[in-house]
């Protein structure tokens, strides 16, 4: 599971509110995704993150904000929570080196009310 | 931006039965990855295959780039073999990733 670990697992809030996920690894990868995964769509990138400090936007960010102060730690944040962002969203690693793969954290399913 | 397209989008099979699925995506890629998500939501990567030919068990997996396709093989499937099955894409100079919607698999005992 490539060490990563998604915090919290559940949340239920309202509209209005900030939230923020979590995303903590392990093994120092320098590249770390954020996605959200709806019904109908698959999993769609939110923002990545190829250093501490460096980020880029995905297909979806509008909403979303991320931020990397070091290297085990991604942050989500949803600086004022809309029922549209109801979803499961996985944190995702890449690894380099013998296959450019991806490996994925147990997500985190949100409820906004 | 580059399009990924899997089939069916929908499979129930008995047990033992063999399955072929499908990726198409619309440009030239430098990364291509299969992932099974299980009924419990876990992501699994399956293969990394750009390009040729892997086999992992019973699963095996085809790219051919100049055709802009995929395939992923499942053999004699088993229960536990059910769930989505996503193909995943990612381009040069990027390392941005696109997902397709997904295969749903039910393997009926």
């Known amino acids: 599971d490539a060490g990563i670990t998604q915090s919290p697992r559940h949340k239920v809030t309202e509209t209005g509110t900030p939230v923020t996920l979590r995303c903590h690894q392990t093994?120092?990868?320098?590249?770390m995704y954020w996605y959200r995964q709806d019904p109908g769509h698959g999993l769609r990138l939110i923002h990545y993150s190829y250093g501490v400090k460096d980020t880029d936007k995905g297909e979806v960010s509008d909403g979303y904000s991320v931020s990397r102060s070091k290297t085990e730690d991604f942050l989500l944040t949803l600086e004022s929570a809309t029922s549209s962002q109801t979803s499961v969203y996985f944190c995702a690693i890449r690894t380099a080196g013998g296959g450019d793969t991806q490996y994925f954290g147990p997500g985190t399913r949100l409820t906004v009310l | 931006g580059i399009q990924v397209e899997q089939s069916p989008p929908d499979l129930i099979l008995q047990e033992g039965a063999n399955s072929t699925l499908r990726c198409n995506f619309s440009?030239?890629?430098?990364?291509l990855q299969w992932f099974h998500q299980n009924p419990w939501g876990q992501l699994i990567n399956l293969f990394y295959?750009?390009?040729g030919t892997k086999q992992n068990g019973r699963l095996s997996a085809t790219t051919v780039a100049t055709e802009r396709y995929s395939l992923l093989y499942i053999s004699s499937s088993q229960t536990t073999d059910s769930g989505v099955y996503f193909c995943?894409?990612?381009?040069?100079?990027?390392?941005?990733?696109?997902f397709g919607t997904g295969t749903r698999l039910k393997v009926l005992a």
């Open positions: 093994e120092n990868h320098r590249y």
């Open positions: 995943a894409v990612g381009t040069s100079g990027t390392y941005k990733y696109i």
């Open positions: 440009d030239s890629v430098n990364n």
């Open positions: 295959i750009p390009s």
